[in-house]
């Protein structure tokens, strides 16, 4: 069994957890998420926090339960923290705007890239800088990586766009004899 699912799950203030119907809701100060819960797991409230157990003793349901207790977890911090990623964007010509709910990207097409930003997620892009915040983790990092792909660093000149912090490994170029 997962160790992460061993112990309760401590409720921060002002925060809700509700398990019916199949569905995990979770409300706090920043809105409010809602998972399908997994037939294998089972979602508990209690005087001393969430706890998650198993309902069988299978493999799969043992392998479950710290899947769901971290999703437990990145929910009741979603709601009450938030999240965020950075992206930078590194090249010359390469560029950013917000207007309104949609993301112009400039990236040495032939053409301007543009994204829908997704419902419950901020983004404020500065120069080089594209902040993406939202409650919902996975929303977060999945719009980042959607972000990311439409220009991914390269190698040999580390032009394109990436995480902050994230280390780009340089290769050696063409050598002239």
Known sequence: MSRLAKRPISLPAQT???????????????GTLTRAANRLVSVEVTPEGVQVSAKGSTIESRATVGTYASHVRNMLEGVTKGYSKKLL???????????????????????????????????????????????????????????????KPEPYKGKGIRYDGEVIRRKQGKKTS
């Open 16 to 30: 809700e957890l509700t398990v019916s119907g199949g569905l995990i809701t979770v409300k706090g100060p920043k």
């Open 89 to 151: 964007v590194e090249g010359v010509g390469f560029k950013w705007d917000v207007q309104g709910k949609v993301l112009n990207l400039s990236l040495g097409f032939s053409h301007p890239v543009k994204m829908a930003i997704p419902e419950g997620l901020t983004v404020v892009a500065e120069k080089n800088a594209l902040t993406i915040t939202g409650f919902d983790k996975e929303a977060v990092g999945q719009f980042a990586a959607n972000v990311r792909a439409q220009k």
